[in-house]
């Protein structure tokens, strides 16, 4: 029930902070598109939780191999349907021309952020298991979803856009970037909502970066290998 709780809450601030912004900006707001990613979020939710714990976990291990297994084909399945497509969702290696350079000189900070957190504040030796698990599952299945199927929709829910840093952002960006740190800092247990400033900041400032990074270069790629470089460079060094 806590998770059911915590969703509804993460939900009820899209929705409102989304009705909000698109009261300020009536001609240039899709409501029903709002919806269609308030929906696909709760979706996400449910596989990625095995339906809250209900349903038997048949691949095992000591990670959400299943979870997250779910949830990623079940993103895949909807990138790949007619009105949203691989391509418009940035599932595509092909990258958009004269985006290699840029993309590249702002993955090197990030990179060497994280190697530094890793030499600063080194792990025990981690298994097989775990290893294999934080070089694919969180950025194939989050960035997916996040980067790619999410941001879609939610651009489509704010058509206004404002070009900045060398691309054009919009409202549905910046969401999506508070739901990715939400999805890690806020929470509800023991009768009450959590909140975690430090996590939301340490993985929100990312969620920007990434963002930039797919309306750079079209593609989630590159936030995706950024994403399981982060999660891993702890284990391996």
Not at 71 to 95: E, H, N, S, Y
Not at 148 to 170: E, K, N, P, Q, S
Request: hydrophobic content about 55%; some cysteine; proline content about 4%.
């Amino acid at each position: 029930m806590d998770g059911i709780i915590g969703t509804a809450g993460v939900v009820a601030i899209l929705l409102l902070l989304g009705g909000a912004l698109g009261l300020l900006q009536r001609g240039a707001f899709s409501l029903r598109w709002l919806l269609a990613a308030a929906a696909f979020v709760c979706l996400n939710d449910v596989l990625l939780t095995n339906g809250y714990g209900q349903w038997p976990d048949l691949l095992g291990g000591n990670w959400n191999w299943q979870g997250k297994a779910l949830a990623l084909a079940a993103t895949l399945v909807i990138a790949a349907l007619p009105l949203l497509g691989w391509k418009a969702c940035g599932l595509t290696l092909r990258q958009a021309p004269g985006s290699l350079a840029p993309a590249l000189l702002v993955s090197l900070p990030y990179v060497a952020f994280f190697a530094v957190l890793a030499f600063l504040f080194p792990n025990e030796t981690a298994s097989a298991e775990t290893i294999a698990f934080q070089l694919t599952m969180p950025g194939l299945e989050e960035e997916t979803f996040y980067r790619g199927v999410l941001l879609l929709m939610l651009g489509r829910a704010f058509t206004g856009r404002l070009a900045f840093l060398g691309v054009d952002w919009h409202w549905g960006a910046v969401l999506s970037c508070i739901l990715f740190g939400l999805a890690h800092a806020f929470g509800f247990s023991d009768g009450r909502f959590t909140f975690d400033p430090l996590t939301m900041a340490l993985t929100g400032v990312p969620s920007v970066i990434g963002v930039w990074l797919v309306l750079r270069t079209r593609s989630v790629l590159t936030p995706l290998l950024l994403h399981n470089f982060g999660n891993a460079i702890t284990l391996l060094l």
